[in-house]
Nanobody, 121 residues
């Protein structure tokens, strides 16, 4: 499975961006991770087998993950952005993910290229 991410860019604080990630085949679980300069990659959001969604506390209430199954696409709507959201965002996917592992980057087999999100103050 190949993943193609798009939608990054520049936004002002308080603004919005929408990221999309399209898989080359059907995928059960998707996630978004991000990595800021000098920091480790961190979990952002996940949709597990199309039934459950999970969010990092730092984005809860501001970000929404959704999937478009016919298009094998997962989206991340990011609202009320802050400079702390600046990072390279990566989409990930897996077909064998277990519920307890949704927040672990090492649990995902497939990764897209990163897309830069920059939020100015």
């Amino acid at each position: 499975v190949q993943l193609q991410a798009s939608g990054g860019g520049l936004a002002q604080a308080g603004g919005s961006l929408r990221l999309s990630c399209t898989a080359s085949g059907r995928t059960l679980s998707y996630a978004w991770f991000r990595q800021a300069p000098g920091k480790e990659r961190e979990f952002v959001a996940a949709t597990f087998r199309g039934t459950n969604t999970f969010y990092a506390d730092s984005v809860k209430g501001r970000f929404t993950i959704s999937r478009d199954n016919p298009r094998n696409t997962v989206n991340l709507q990011m609202n009320n952005l802050s400079p702390e959201d600046t990072a390279v965002y990566y989409c990930a996917a897996d077909n064998g993910l277990i519920l307890s592992s949704v927040r672990r980057s090492s649990a995902y087999k497939y990764w897209g290229q990163g897309t830069q999100v920059t939020v100015s103050s």
